[in-house]
Structures are given as structure tokens and as C-alpha cells.
């Protein structure tokens, strides 16, 4: 069964740093998302991406977050400078169709980050 | 602005019990989705339902069963014959139905334990 994949599953990186995070979303799916899980609490609501566009975007995702789909299957996060709470598990999620919600979110395994 | 409130911060109930986890969500929209999510402590998010606002019908899918209730607003999971493999965080999430409002928003989740 077909299912989204991101890398690193761990990243450790010292504040101030870029990262960029990365997804591989489910081949014939549209429409692409980020989501954060600070640890002990719930998920939010990052972006979302179609058609090489960000669709919507939260109050989180400032000037430091950017997203790119660079190829035709990879979806990256990127962080330019990283702070102590950019700590979080960040999630993947990728969905078929162009009804809007129509058609179920489905999350990668997540991306732990920490931040020192 | 979308709501989901999950009351129930952590639940505990002895293997083979049954449990209900409470969902109460808030939108405008007279169109929308909402969704339940396990996430077992291995940390990843599993999709286990998706209902739209139009259909009220039960759902049961095995052990599990889903009441949705549009005059109380409420979305609530029943686990019958609750069994170890059921412990984890679960998550009630709301989706939006139009284009650029497809973004989920999720409840501060409900920490189940199964106690063997």
C-alpha cells in the first residue's frame, strides 16, 4: 500500500541553523501539507501546497518556514534559521483529489526535531 | 474559526472494557469533514475514519464505532472489547470542505491506556 515517507526521521541541529525536511508524498496525490506536534501536545496546521503554490497558510509558518516541491516527488520543509521551539515531531501529509476535503489526509511517520 | 475540543485528557479502563472517547467540534461551514486519528506511541498519525457533515449514519468497523451527531455537534469513538493494541493518543480533527479552507484542526487528543 502506497504511503508518504519523510527523511530524516531524527534531526538534531544547533540553533540558528537551516534545515529543510523532507517528504515524499503518495505518487498520484494533489495536494500536499506540513503539520507540527510540539511533544505533549496537539497537531497544528502549518501549509498547504498545490500546484507549486502555497494554498493556505498558518499564523506558525512566518518568514523563517518556506516549502518546495523541487522534483516531481519530493516536498521540503525548510527552516532558515532555527529557534529552541521549532523543537517538534513535523508531519507529512499528502491528499488525492481536488474536491476540497473531500478526500482523506494521509501522514508520513513524521520528522523529530530538536533544536539545541 | 474551526474548533475541536476533546474534554478527555486521559482515559484508563481495564482490557475488554469498552470506551467511548468524546468529540465536540464548532465551524461555520455547512459543509466539512471530520476525522479520527490514533497515534500509537511510536509517534506516527493513523487515519482510522473520515465523515462528512452530510451523513449522520453510525459507523462501525469491527471493534470500532463512531456516532455522529450534527444537534450536539459531537463526534464520539466507541472501542468495544478494548485490548492492549488499543492504547495510544487519539485525535479528533476537523476539515474544512472548500479549497484553500481544507486544512485540518485538531483536538488536543485523549491518551488511552489499556490496562491488560
Known amino acids: 500500500e502506497p504511503e508518504v515517507t519523510q527523511t530524516p526521521s531524527h534531526q538534531v541541529t544547533q540553533m540558528g541553523q537551516e534545515v529543510i525536511l523532507r517528504c515524499v508524498p503518495i505518487?498520484?496525490?494533489?495536494?500536499f501539507y506540513w503539520y507540527r506536534q510540539i511533544l505533549g501536545q496537539k497537531v497544528e496546521f502549518l501549509v498547504s501546497f498545490y500546484n507549486n503554490e502555497i494554498s493556505e497558510k498558518s499564523e506558525i509558518f512566518d518568514d523563517q518556514f518556506s516549502v518546495e516541491r523541487p522534483d516531481g516527488s519530493n516536498f521540503t520543509l525548510k527552516i532558515r534559521s532555527t529557534k529552541l521551539e521549532d523543537s517538534a515531531m513535523y508531519f507529512c501529509?499528502?491528499?488525492?483529489?481536488?474536491?476540497?476535503?473531500?478526500?482523506?489526509?494521509?501522514f508520513g511517520p513524521g520528522t523529530r526535531l530538536t533544536v539545541l | 474559526a474551526q474548533k475541536v475540543t476533546q474534554a478527555q485528557t486521559e482515559i484508563s479502563v481495564v482490557e475488554k472494557e469498552d470506551v467511548t472517547l468524546d468529540c465536540v467540534y464548532e465551524?461555520?461551514?455547512?459543509?466539512?469533514?471530520l476525522f479520527w486519528y490514533k497515534q500509537p506511541p511510536s509517534g506516527e498519525l493513523v487515519f482510522l475514519i473520515r465523515?462528512?457533515?452530510?451523513?449522520?449514519q453510525n459507523e462501525i468497523s469491527g471493534r470500532y464505532s463512531w456516532n455522529f451527531q450534527k444537534s450536539t455537534s459531537s463526534f464520539n469513538f466507541t472501542i468495544t472489547a478494548s485490548q492492549v493494541v488499543d492504547s495510544a493518543v487519539y485525535f479528533c480533527a476537523l476539515g474544512g470542505a472548500n479549497f484553500g479552507n481544507e486544512k485540518l484542526t485538531f483536538g488536543t487528543g485523549t491518551r488511552l491506556t489499556i490496562i491488560p
Open positions: 465523515r462528512n457533515s452530510f451523513d449522520e
Open positions: 501529509a499528502s491528499r488525492k483529489t481536488s474536491a476540497g476535503g473531500a478526500d482523506t489526509q494521509y
Open positions: 505518487s498520484n496525490h494533489l495536494y
Open positions: 465551524t461555520r461551514d455547512t459543509t466539512y469533514y
